[in-house]
């Protein structure tokens, strides 16, 4: 695995039955190289072959990348090794990560419900029915002009469980409403403290991260520096201070506690300001 990566790890997606490659397949370009997509250090025991931007990957490694992309709605395959962008097609990563048809129709129809969603701007009131534009995407408090006219009183709803609002405004995590979570913000909450092997005197930092410039949900390995780059965005930031990797090691070392010492437990999910 190349560079950095060693220190970075995804939220855990159980590995089942490891896949293998046919090792007489003509049509793979097996390579003697490290897994670049085995960030949980699992050690599968299939051959490795090349993907069209050239990291090594083995099926289950595969599989497992693609899903964590997709259960954070992603609607692209994106190569998470560091330093490559590189966007995969579907057919590609079925063939690579050896898809049966109940798996390659998962990832079809979750590739086509996270690109809606991604388009999607508007919802339906659960007052009114009609359709209403979200103008703030920090705050799950929406406005129905529909109902507050028609009511002669305002009717504002929730965009995430789209119920009546409940409680103060405004909130980007969840509304008052007894159901509505946030699933990252849940395992932000929940997720126990990581003890690293490498960097010393830093306690009470969480496992899981977001990653403070995409939101990108990331476990750190434990292994090497306390710094990481996401493969989403490809910004290196570090796990304890979630400060930018130059910023943090004006002050401090890599494998030294920060100066401004373990950022606090995330109570909401960054916003990627994409330029």
């Known amino acids: 695995m190349a560079g950095l990566l060693h220190s970075v790890t995804l939220p855990r997606v159980p590995t089942t039955q490891e896949k293998c490659y046919d090792p007489h397949d003509p049509t793979l370009k097996f390579v003697d190289k490290e897994d670049d997509l085995d960030f949980l250090y699992e050690g599968f025991k299939s051959l490795r072959a090349q993907m069209s931007c050239g990291h090594a990957v083995t099926p289950t490694s595969l599989t497992n990348w693609c899903r964590r992309l997709l259960d954070q709605g992603e609607s692209r395959f994106v190569c998470g090794a560091f330093g ?61 002009k529909v109902c507050t006219s028609v009511k002669g009183q305002t009717f504002e709803f929730c965009w995430q469980c789209l119920k009546e ?60 520096c306390k710094s990481l780059v996401c493969p989403r965005c490809k910004v290196k930031f570090c796990f304890v201070c979630l400060k930018i990797f130059t910023e943090c090691t004006t002050t401090s070392g890599i494998s030294a506690p920060c100066s401004s010492g373990v950022a606090p437990r995330q109570t909401s999910i960054p916003v990627w300001q994409k330029k």
Request: proline share 5%.
């Open 165 to 224: 609002w409940k409680g103060a405004r405004p909130r980007k995590d969840r509304c008052g409403n007894r159901g509505c979570c946030n699933q990252s913000l849940k395992t932000l909450k929940e997720c126990p403290d990581i003890i690293f092997d490498s960097v010393k005197g830093v306690h009470g930092c969480p496992s899981v991260r977001a990653c403070p410039t995409c939101g990108f949900l990331l476990e750190h390995s434990k292994r090497h």
């Open 84 to 144: 490559c962008s590189a966007e995969w097609t579907l057919a590609e990563v079925c063939k690579m990560a050896l898809l049966d048809p109940q798996e390659t129709e998962y990832f079809r129809k979750t590739l086509e419900f996270n690109a809606a969603r991604q388009r999607l701007i508007t919802r339906f009131c659960p007052g009114c029915g009609s359709a209403v534009t979200r103008e703030n995407g920090s705050d799950l408090n929406v406005l129905c």
